[in-house]
């Protein structure tokens, strides 16, 4: 199989899942003018046989993925209090006077830092979601986060004491120049904290629909801490945190004698417990997810000729279940984002739409894209007297 490991440079890999052409996850359509020119790319998961990482091995230009990115951090409440939380912890544990992000979004992390009274940057590669930043008043650059943008933030601002990247890091097919960046950005005794969707949750709770174009790696411990250790990194933390269904933190630092905590040795127990850097796990897990994409897409497929179906949550994983399991019967594809409302799915063009719809149209199913925010969407529309159905980590219905 052709490709190189994005984390030990092995040329040997091998798919564990072959998705087929699928529309871009992010890809919402501004309306059925917009079908025509829909494109697929085809999404086959590897695992490499040297270090077991997770990886999509031929990304999507990312021009075409990330250019108009319908994804605002901070409509989602989640998310914007997962970023509170992280402000206070990089405030309490490293106490920084200058913060650098990469992959800021609109600035869903940038605002509390500043408000803390800690100068926040952030480099994103979407000039809409920039924008979006700059009129919130933070300062935030559209481009690629490499040596050179690090070197003109460098002279505009000083050396950083926190380089850091929320699902940012994972995305990028040359993680070398993000590390090549944070290495030229850094104070000597400064920190690269990252935090990305966790190969040990992808595990865990066989979340393949997290699997798309735009996800490019899953990391874990294992496979992250030689990709650092080539560019002089050193991981001296790591833990789980509960983000996204899942995400791993991991702090490094340049120093030579940084030892790392007790959670980091815990995680590495976990994951060899776990065998979860090895290609045989992968494709167990392979298997696993076909399985699961069928069950839903035959169970749905009968339900649909009797009853009305809709799907709440427009993310990602939504675009990744209607498509795998056809689900092209769906009444309507809900979410509260005025990014999304008003758009078409991906693939299905389901019609995406505000709550309220909802309440107009009661269908007899709603099937939760967005499973991992399944009580809070659930607490949230709690008239609704049909049945609610998620599909991961099994099919249920309640
Ligand atoms: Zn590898």
């Given at each position: 199989?052709?490709?190189t490991?994005r984390a030990?440079?092995?040329?040997?890999?091998?798919?564990?899942?072959?998705?087929g052409e699928?529309?871009?996850?992010?890809?919402?359509?501004?309306?059925?003018?917009?079908?025509?020119g829909?494109?697929r790319?085809?999404?086959?998961i590897?695992?490499?046989?040297?270090?077991?990482?997770?990886?999509?091995?031929?990304?999507?230009?990312p021009?075409?993925?990330?250019?108009?990115?319908?994804f605002?951090s901070?409509?989602?409440q989640?998310?914007v209090q997962h970023f509170?939380?992280y402000?206070?912890?990089?405030k309490?544990?490293?106490?920084p006077?200058?913060?650098v992000?990469?992959g800021c979004?609109?600035g869903?992390?940038l605002?509390?830092l500043e408000?803390?009274g800690?100068?926040?940057?952030?480099?994103d590669?979407s000039?809409?979601?920039?924008d979006m930043?700059?009129?919130r008043?933070?300062?935030?650059?559209?481009?690629f986060f490499?040596?050179e943008?690090?070197?003109a933030?460098?002279?505009?601002?000083?050396?950083?004491?926190?380089v850091?990247?929320?699902?940012?890091f994972?995305?990028n097919?040359?993680p070398?120049?993000?590390l090549e960046g944070a290495r030229?950005?850094?104070?000597?005794?400064?920190?690269?904290v990252l935090?990305?969707?966790?190969?040990?949750?992808l595990?865990?709770q066989?979340?393949?629909?997290?699997?798309y174009?735009?996800?490019l790696?899953?990391y874990?411990?294992?496979?992250?801490?030689?990709?650092?250790?080539?560019?002089?990194?050193q991981?001296t933390?790591?833990?789980?945190?509960p983000m996204?269904?899942?995400?791993?933190?991991?702090?490094?630092s340049?120093e030579a004698?940084?030892s790392p905590t007790?959670a980091t040795n815990?995680?590495?127990?976990?994951e060899s417990?776990?065998?979860?850097?090895e290609?045989?796990t992968w494709d167990?897990?392979?298997?696993?997810?076909?399985?699961?994409?069928?069950?839903v897409?035959?169970?749905?497929a009968?339900?649909?000729s009797r009853?009305?179906?809709w799907?709440?949550g427009?993310?990602?994983?939504?675009?990744?279940?209607?498509?795998?399991?056809?689900?092209h019967y769906l009444g309507?594809m809900?979410?509260?984002?005025?990014?999304r409302?008003?758009?078409l799915?991906?693939?299905t063009h389901?019609?995406i739409?505000?709550?309220?719809e909802?309440?107009?149209?009661?269908p007899?199913?709603i099937?939760?894209?967005a499973w991992?925010y399944?009580?809070?969407i659930?607490s949230k529309e709690?008239?609704f007297?049909?049945i609610?159905?998620t599909?991961?980590?099994?099919?249920r219905f309640?």
């Open positions: 199989m052709k490709g490991c030990c440079l092995g040329s040997q890999l091998h798919p564990i899942l072959d998705l699928m529309p871009l996850a992010g890809g919402f359509l501004s309306g059925p003018e917009a079908i025509a829909e494109r790319f085809p999404l086959v590897h695992t490499c046989d040297a270090c077991g990482l997770v990886q999509i091995t031929e990304p999507v230009d021009d075409v993925l990330f250019q108009d990115y319908a605002s901070s409509t989602v989640p998310l509170q939380s402000a206070s912890w990089l309490e544990r490293f106490d006077r200058l913060v992000e990469f979004n609109d869903v992390l605002e509390p408000k803390a800690i100068t926040a940057v952030g480099v590669i000039q809409n979601i920039t930043a700059r009129d008043g933070l300062k935030a650059i559209a481009g490499d040596a943008s690090a070197r933030i460098a002279s505009e601002y000083g050396r950083a004491d926190i850091t990247g929320s699902n940012a994972a995305h097919d040359h070398e120049a993000i030229e950005l850094l104070k000597p005794d400064g920190r690269l935090e990305m969707m966790y190969a040990g949750d595990l865990d066989l979340q393949w629909d997290t699997l174009h735009e996800h790696t899953f874990s411990l294992g496979t992250i801490s030689p990709l650092l250790s080539r560019y002089g990194f991981v933390h790591a833990e789980r945190l996204h269904g899942g995400a791993l933190r991991i702090v490094a340049m004698n940084a007790a815990e995680l590495d127990a976990w417990g776990h065998r979860l850097n290609p045989e167990e897990f392979g298997r696993r997810s076909l399985s699961k994409i069928r069950i897409r035959d169970t749905f009968a339900l649909a009853y009305s179906i799907g709440y427009a993310a990602g994983k939504a675009t990744m279940w209607v498509n795998a399991a056809a689900m309507g809900v979410d509260a984002s005025p990014l409302a008003g758009k799915m991906p693939g389901t019609p739409v505000f709550p309220d909802l309440k107009k149209h009661p007899d199913y099937f939760v894209t991992n399944a009580d809070l659930r709690s008239w007297e049909g609610w159905s599909p991961l980590p099994d099919l309640f």
